[in-house]
């Protein structure tokens, strides 16, 4: 089992940067695809960036450009820096993690909020 805690969410201005962290433990020898999602209320839930364990990474349409997903994996962490925020990617960011040798074993994040309005 792998367990996912995140942090760096919160309120920001239009325009402006926040750096989100999730930090994964529990199953060390694991190899890991990680992403971040996002879901506000009443929509599903939506892939914002996910990274593969060489990697190589995928996003949303609406965030390429903006958004870089990263990864270390010595500690089997993901991070989500997110630049030039516009009020639209108000959301509750969740982290995932999928293993590869048994893609069916997926952990998800309690998510984080992400809030951005002047």
């Known amino acids: 089992q792998v367990q996912l805690v995140e942090s760096g969410g919160g309120l920001v201005q239009p325009g402006g940067s926040l750096r989100l962290s999730c930090a994964a433990s529990?199953?060390?020898?694991?190899?890991?695809?990680m992403g971040w999602y996002r879901q506000t209320v009443g929509n599903q839930r939506e892939m914002v960036a996910t990274?593969?364990?060489?990697?190589?990474?995928n996003y949303g349409d609406s965030v390429k450009g903006r958004f870089t997903i990263s990864r270390d994996h010595f500690q089997k962490a993901a991070f989500l820096q997110m630049n030039n925020l516009k009020p639209e990617d108000t959301a509750v960011y969740y982290c995932?993690?999928?293993?590869?040798?048994?893609?069916?074993?997926?952990?998800w994040g309690q998510g984080t909020q992400v809030t951005v309005s002047s």
């Open positions: 990274i593969s364990p060489g990697g190589g990474a």
């Open positions: 529990g199953s060390m020898f694991s190899v890991l695809v």
């Open positions: 995932k993690a999928q293993s590869v040798r048994d893609p069916m074993r997926i952990s």
